[in-house]
């Protein structure tokens, strides 16, 4: 009686696997190294899982999806598990406390803003000094691990605790841009073993974007006729989610923003830029291969408004699709945190007021 009701109780590790989103593999390695397997075996019959025993590894898999190293994680959740056992056992005289978990500290939250900056949104520099390059690789390692486990709640809940912690500039150059370049590195190199991984961290980071972006959009809203920052990839140019970082960052920031997205035609390019009248264009390329110097010449030329005091954007050469140094006579931002500056800068002067070149002075705190 009591070993049926034990295996009524639990369940497979076949069906704990599929439930937490690992390899049935991944839970007898863990038991192998760290004991970490069912607090009660039936001998001759497989092993199950008692609701105990999944809180247990549920917790080491959260905390190897933080970057827990796994040796620390299996501690951890083994002593999160054994004080839950205990807090439902009477005992007869309350057990001394022993040693804590040996995890690392948890990172440093966000510093608050400054009431002058509350409105304009955190110092992204100063965010991105607080990232230690130990703090770094552990959000990287386990943003990874829980995007090749395919576990999309804790993808999510890494990215979301990182924008939320260091600010989305700070976050992007950080955290999510080396983990997405790790996975494709794997993939790359794997005979595309890991393409449904590169395809789940990505979106779920475009979603994280995009989520920050309705959120500022939300709390400003700008007065008619105001000018807009432009984005848009090239027409042969698929890659969008640079330009989804940059379309956040930017709304973070309170410019208004038109996102166009991947592959736009040359017509539809020309006819929006005479539409809207943007302050700024962002043309992304991804490769050399996608990359038009004659197109964004063109678009840099192009004028619009009444005779005598007609006006042009500012344009931005965007992504490694550009080469090192791309025009001379336009814009060429390396990285975020410059991009955001030179499309914020462009907003608050007149059209012609930026010089021609490399742009890195060009603009007030560029």
Known sequence: MTENRVLAAGVSTGALARRLGISPTTLRSWDRRYGLGPAERVEGHHRRWTPEDVAMVREMCRLTAEGVPPAEAARAAKTQAADARGARTPRAE??????????????????????????????????MDSLTPAETRRRCRGLARAAVRMDAEAVHEQITQAIESYGLIAAWEEVLTPTLRSVGRKWEFSEDRYVEVEHLLSWQISAALRHVYARAVTRDRHPAGTRPALLSCLPSEQHTLPLEALTAALAEQGQRVLMLGGSVPVEALEATVQRTGPSAVALWSQSRSTADLPLARHLAAVRWGVHGARTRSHLLLCGPGWGLRGAPELLRPHGLTEAVRLMVGAGRLGADDLPAGDGRHALPGA
């Open 94 to 127: 309350p057990a001394p406390p022993g040693p804590g978990p040996l995890l690392p500290p948890p990172l440093p939250a966000a510093p608050p803003l400054p009431a002058a900056e509350a409105e304009t949104g955190p110092d992204d520099a100063a965010l």
